[in-house]
């Protein structure tokens, strides 16, 4: 297989950069088109990203170990260095996600091109780069898109410094991994995991203590990697010791079969219900892709006897835990982010397994061959056009979406932003949506408080501005009327469902 051509082969001499080049430009137009609006808000773990960032821009240079962060101190510094350049804006926590995102797919590539050739290793990329599930991901300012990338990105760099032993690959092994060490808690499971593997198969050639000059300063650049964590563990006991809580984990047999058998399910009959990850409960993944999916597995289950199968099949039943041992929204496709490449390349195996199929059947005749592969190529754009009308239109319509990420919240907050009068400003909201205006809103003269803390605000006289979410609405206006009455409730009104979102009471006293 891994003399096989990728598609496109009438390109000619050109066809492996032009179609690697394509790869990148839709991976590019779904991660960057209207990413300014989409996803439409923020919410509350976003926010508290913001905030972590903005804190380390301003004043801080070593992020603790928090549930805020998801435990992994590399987003933040990244997130730090795009809040200083472009303000603290919705935009400049998703500018990180969609570049790691368009760096996931190319890295892909790399990777299965080395593991099972050029055309599985464009198809694998071509889905990463159009599957809703991978482009909802990839504009969240959570730290799934650094997992998104880690995970090729490892697996490749490990396998060149594997074959290669060269002092630069061996540096670089020990830099993606120390990377690893500070995504949190998938990517030590990711660390862990190739360094495991790794140590078994150089103990079954009789090498792993073969400790020469670039494996020596590769260990050497990777207990800098372990230092660094072992400090911040040091310095986050207490964030740790919830970690179970945060994230969700379950001890209980009965609730992890349920999470496990829905896990399984999440890709071809009922997704992720939550509408920061997904649309709808749909699958995360299309019928073909899903099918093809499925085929790749069993494919690689009959040629298990090859290390590059065996190891694919392994990490997919790895990558696939954290979902299922989490209670936390089962089945929750942000928790398996870290097994998405993997899924991605068992469907790309099925394809390219598909077509092998077809060549056998016509192994002389041209136009059927040809046939074949143009019939894949427009099931592939049409996986793509599925992943465009999802996200962008589906998706990106829908009022659920809104409320997902804090619609109310966000326009309440800009309001604030926006407002040139003179007034003493109140932002008033529920306590998960005080983050949003906390960071967006960084800076600006405003109180922000939660409706039970208005009874004991002090009195204030002069002109007065409090901008309420919907959230908020009924205890604020309860309380408001009552310490301050002869004020005017106004409602804003959502362009998208038409239903009022956020409201504001202003009063001279």
Do not use: C
């Not at 926006?418 to 306590?431: G, N, R």
């Not at 109180?447 to 204030?460: D, S």
């Amino acid at each position: 297989m891994s003399k096989i051509t990728p598609p496109f082969a009438w390109f000619g001499r050109y066809s492996l950069e032009l179609s690697t080049a394509l790869l990148l430009v839709v991976a590019a137009l779904f991660r960057f088109w209207r990413l300014g609006d989409l996803p439409p808000g923020l919410y509350s773990g976003e926010a508290q990203v913001g905030l972590e960032a903005l804190g380390l821009a301003q004043h801080g240079w070593l992020p603790a170990l928090t549930a805020a962060n998801d435990y992994a101190p590399l987003w933040i510094w990244l997130q730090a260095i795009s809040v200083k350049v472009l303000g603290h804006t919705e935009l400049a926590l998703r500018f990180w996600p969609a570049l790691l995102g368009i760096a996931a797919v190319i890295v892909t590539w790399f990777w299965i091109r080395d593991w099972f050739g050029p055309r599985v290793g464009w198809i694998a990329g071509f889905l990463l780069a159009v599957t809703p599930w991978s482009v909802t991901l990839s504009r969240n300012a959570m730290p799934t898109a650094l997992i998104m990338l880690l995970v090729p990105l490892t697996l490749w760099v490990a396998t060149r410094a594997y074959h290669r032993r060269t002092l630069g690959w061996n540096i670089a092994l020990a830099g993606v991994i120390t990377a690893d060490l500070l995504a949190g808690p998938l990517g030590w499971l990711l660390a862990a995991t190739v360094l495991i593997l790794g140590a078994i198969r150089l103990a079954q050639r009789h090498e792993l203590m073969k400790l020469d000059r670039p494996r020596l300063i590769g260990l050497a650049g990777l207990t800098v990697g372990f230092a660094t964590l072992a400090y911040l563990v040091a310095v986050s006991t207490d964030a740790l010791s919830k970690i179970s809580q945060a994230t969700g984990i379950t001890q209980q047999l009965s609730t992890f079969a349920d999470a496990f058998s829905r896990t399984l399910f999440m890709f071809n009959l009922r997704g992720d219900e939550n509408f920061r990850h997904n649309f709808a409960a749909e699958p995360l993944l299309n019928a073909f892709v899903g099918l093809m999916f499925i085929a790749g597995v069993l494919v690689a289950l009959s040629r298990a006897h090859e290390r590059r199968y065996r190891i694919a099949l392994l990490f997919l039943l790895v990558f696939l835990l954290p979902a299922m041992i989490s209670v936390a929204g089962v089945p929750n496709a942000a928790h398996a982010v870290a097994a998405l490449p993997i899924v991605m390349t068992l469907a790309a195996i099925g394809i390219s397994y598909m077509l092998e199929l077809w060549y056998a059947t016509f192994p002389i005749n041209s136009a059927a061959r040809s046939t074949g592969q143009a019939v894949i190529i427009l099931l592939l754009i049409l996986s793509g056009f599925q992943g465009y009308a999802q996200y962008f239109r589906a998706w990106s319509g829908s009022s659920e979406t809104y409320t997902a990420y804090n619609e109310s919240a966000v326009a309440a907050a800009r309001h604030v932003r926006q407002s040139q009068d003179v007034a003493e400003k109140y932002y008033i909201a529920a306590a998960d949506e005080l983050p949003v205006a906390l960071y967006l809103n960084d800076g600006l003269r405003y109180t922000p408080i939660q409706p039970g803390q208005i009874a004991g605000q002090p009195l204030k006289t002069g002109v007065l501005k409090f901008v309420i979410t919907a959230a908020a609405r009924d205890e604020a206006a309860k309380s408001l009327s009552l310490k301050y009455p002869g004020g005017k409730l106004k409602p804003f009104v959502s362009p998208l469902s038409q239903n009022e979102i956020y409201y504001t009471y202003e009063v001279t006293k």
